[in-house]
Structures are given as structure tokens and as C-alpha cells.
């Protein structure tokens, strides 16, 4: 099972930019799509964005031409550049891969 760390979470001004890492252990992380979810509070837990291991990705709605999943496979690390945050990007941010969850990493966009 693999295990992942997200880090790069904290407070941004409106307007401002964040990038997240997912690091994940084992093998093979090459092969396997990763995903990143957030939570706000009182909502439910939404997918943002999706790389699959060829690097072809998607993205909500809400954040296109804004947030950008990337991947080095080298590192076995995913990341989320959010570019243009607003307050309603406040939520807890999670990377998600072959089942396995992060801990998840808090994202405040606030004045």
C-alpha cells in the first residue's frame, strides 16, 4: 500500500499562489494515476484535479486556468500550482493514489 505526504499548505491573500507536493513510497509510481481532492468545511469532499501516470490530466471546472497538476516521476512526487487563489479555494487539500489517502495539507486563502 502506498503511503503519501502532502506538504506546501498555509495562508495566501487573495490573489496569491501555493504549490502542494504529494510525496508517495514504493515502487511503480510511474504507473498510476494521482489525484487531488480538497474539503471546506460543512462540504464534501471534491475531486480538483487528476494526472494519470502518462501525465494527461483534468481539472474541476472550478479551477481551470488556474490550479496545474504536475508529476516528476523520478521523485515519486505530484504537485498542485494554484495560481489566482480566492477564498472559496479554503478547504483541506489531499492527494490520493491507488486507494491510499494523505493526511491533507490546509489551504486558507484570506485578507
Known amino acids: 500500500q502506498v503511503q503519501l505526504v502532502e506538504s506546501g499548505g498555509g495562508l495566501v491573500q487573495p490573489g496569491g499562489s501555493l504549490r502542494l507536493s504529494c510525496a508517495a513510497s514504493?515502487?511503480?509510481?510511474?504507473?498510476?494515476?494521482m489525484y487531488w481532492y480538497r474539503q471546506a468545511p460543512g462540504k464534501q469532499r471534491e475531486l480538483v484535479a487528476s494526472?494519470?501516470?502518462?501525465?494527461?490530466?483534468n481539472y474541476v471546472y472550478s479551477v481551470k486556468g488556474r490550479f496545474t497538476i504536475s508529476r516528476d516521476n523520478a521523485k515519486n512526487t505530484a504537485y498542485l500550482q494554484m495560481n489566482s487563489l480566492q477564498p472559496e479555494d479554503t478547504a483541506v487539500y489531499y492527494c490520493?493514489?491507488?486507494?491510499?489517502w494523505g493526511q491533507g495539507t490546509q489551504v486558507t486563502v484570506s485578507s
Open positions: 494526472i494519470t501516470g502518462d501525465g494527461r490530466t
Open positions: 514504493g515502487t511503480d509510481f510511474s504507473i498510476y494515476a
Open positions: 490520493k493514489s491507488r486507494g491510499s
